[in-house]
């Protein structure tokens, strides 16, 4: 009989087996199938395309893998804590309840059937314990949901509601720990079924009987399991969205941050090599936007200096080549016409000694540009007439104001007006100014210089009525190799060279400008204090001097 039925269990499963094996390929093979396929061959590339830039991460280096590294350490750490965490209350939750429940009942259970049978039976014997057992199992309205068993003094079971009698020996751990504490015992374990159960008994408080007479509940805990088995694959299945959702949201933030600062990084790679033309695109309005708005507005910059940079160079080059170029054809003129041309020779070497000086003051404009670059610009400063300064220069320029037919006026105040500075670089400034103002004026124009004193802030003034500057090119005309006219020479570092020799000496170049009207050029410095030492005297003073040596002369 074994044989058979194991035969045919054999037969069935082995039925059940291809049931199931043809009915898979049938699902396999048929429309829905090909559609699941697909749809799992696709979900597949999503999630390799989705994870295959941790993989390359996690291979790289750099602040992507540390950031991973602390991110997923941390969040794989949480999720571990909340997963026992849960696991425990749930286990707390439905198993703490369920044996309350059954502890609880079987107290009551045991209370009321000892005072049942002590109203009963003042002395219980065997049978009636049985009989009253009997009677109180067939009144159980829960049979099917647990098992309610009454165990007589030599620990065997006497009745049970199940109807069938448990085999002998069967161990009750719960009953034996009632037997020692006298009271109550339970017990949590798997029964010869192989069935989880949860078993509990009290010993019964019976009148005129010696033994330990008790009433035992035994449930199974095969549906608790289960619920607490889908309560936890619920979890875990949750905690799988939120890993996914936030390794979805950290390929999003990653990529967002790390592909452009890998974008940026090789966009600043080619800066560097000089292609100052190229540009980032600008996607979103946050650090990175700025950032990328800032490597701009560098690579903007450096092709305006790049430029002014090619601008200065052909400058420096054409400025140099036109004194070179008078030297070097009048000295050929002087060495080709000889001797006895001695108008002749005179004008060449006239010409030679005006471009050799022209060419001097080219390159010491060039170092002092050099030496303002580098910080290496030194002032020495001491009490000088500044009046007396403005007057050379004024008359150096007088010369050549009357052959390109225009008028230099400088309106000398009738005090001299004591400063604390550099002689030279002061009178370089000046130059400067007042050459700029000759250059940009046309024949018959007039160049005013002046002076005024207020607040201890003396303000040497510079006005011509040339083409003036535009406005949007007034602000960057102090920069250097800037020209704000590239018709007319120079270097465009001028203005740069007067503007920094001013800051040093603590005061300030202001320029002020109208397109089409005029320029107006302030040096402003402040006075030196009247108690120095060194005596300073008046242009008149002067002028009265040097009739006085020429008259000893």
Not at 139 to 145: E, L, N, P, S, T
Not at 356 to 370: N, P, Y
């Amino acid at each position: 009989m074994p044989d058979m039925l194991d035969n045919a269990n054999n037969t069935n499963n082995s039925n059940g087996s291809d049931e199931k094996s043809g009915f898979f390929d049938n699902i396999k093979n048929s429309k829905l199938g090909e559609k699941t396929g697909k749809f799992f061959e696709a979900f597949g590339r999503m999630m390799k395309h989705l994870f295959l830039p941790y993989r390359e991460m996690i291979r790289g280096k750099g602040i992507t893998r540390r950031w991973l590294f602390t991110t997923f350490s941390l969040l794989g750490t949480m999720l571990i804590a909340i997963f026992i965490i849960s696991v425990s209350l749930i286990n707390s939750f439905y198993y703490n309840n369920i044996q309350q429940i059954i502890e609880q009942r079987t107290s009551v259970m045991s209370e009321y059937f000892a005072q049942t049978a002590f109203n009963s039976y003042t002395a219980m014997n065997e049978n009636d314990y049985r009989l009253s057992a009997q009677s109180f199992v067939e009144g159980f309205a829960d049979k099917d949901k647990m098992e309610l068993q009454f165990i007589n003094g030599r620990g065997s079971t006497l009745v049970t509601s199940t109807g069938f009698e448990p085999p002998a020996g069967q161990p009750k751990p719960d009953y034996d720990a009632a037997c020692k504490t006298g009271d109550h015992g339970t017990w949590n374990g798997y029964n010869e079924n192989n069935e989880h159960v949860y078993a509990v008994s009290y010993i019964l408080d019976l009148p005129n009987y010696k033994g330990y007479r008790a009433i035992r509940m035994i449930v199974s805990l095969e549906p608790t399991d289960d619920a607490v088995r889908s309560n936890i694959i619920l979890i875990f299945v949750i905690m799988l969205v939120v890993l996914l959702f936030i390794s979805l949201s950290s390929s999003y933030f990653i990529r967002s941050i790390v592909n452009p600062v890998k974008t940026i990084t090789n966009i600043a790679g080619n800066i560097a090599g000089g292609d100052f033309s190229i540009r980032l695109e600008k996607q979103h309005d946050d650090e990175i936007g700025d950032l990328m708005d800032s490597i701009n507005a560098m690579a903007a910059e450096l092709a305006l200096s790049e430029n002014a940079k090619n601008d200065f160079i052909s400058s420096v080059s054409h400025e140099l080549r036109t004194p070179l170029t008078a030297i070097k054809g009048w000295s050929e003129t002087v060495l080709m016409c000889g001797t006895e041309d001695e108008a002749m020779i005179k004008r060449g070497m006239g010409i030679i000694i005006k471009e050799t000086e022209r060419l001097s003051g080219l390159v010491e404009q060039l170092l002092d540009f050099s030496r303002m670059q580098s910080g290496r610009m030194v002032m020495n400063f001491q009490m000088l007439d500044i009046i007396a300064e403005i007057d050379d220069v004024v008359f150096m320029f007088a010369e050549k104001a009357r052959t390109e037919d225009k008028r230099l006026t400088f309106y000398e105040p009738e005090q001299a007006i004591p400063v604390m500075g550099d002689r030279d670089k002061l009178k370089q400034v000046i130059i400067i100014v007042i050459d700029n103002a000759m250059k940009y004026s046309e024949s018959g124009g007039e160049i005013y210089v002046y002076t005024s004193v207020e607040n201890d802030m003396l303000t040497i003034g510079v006005r011509d009525h040339g083409c003036g500057i535009p406005a949007d090119q007034l602000p960057k005309v102090k920069q250097k190799f800037y020209k704000a006219n590239t018709a007319k020479g120079g270097f465009g570092i001028g203005l740069a060279v007067a503007d920094e020799i001013i800051r040093k000496h603590n005061g300030e170049f202001v320029i002020d400008s109208v397109e089409g009207e005029g320029t107006n050029v302030s040096i402003i410095l402040p006075v030196a204090r009247q108690n120095s030492m060194i005596e300073i005297a008046s242009p008149a003073d002067k002028n009265s001097t040097e009739s006085e040596g020429s008259d000893n002369e």
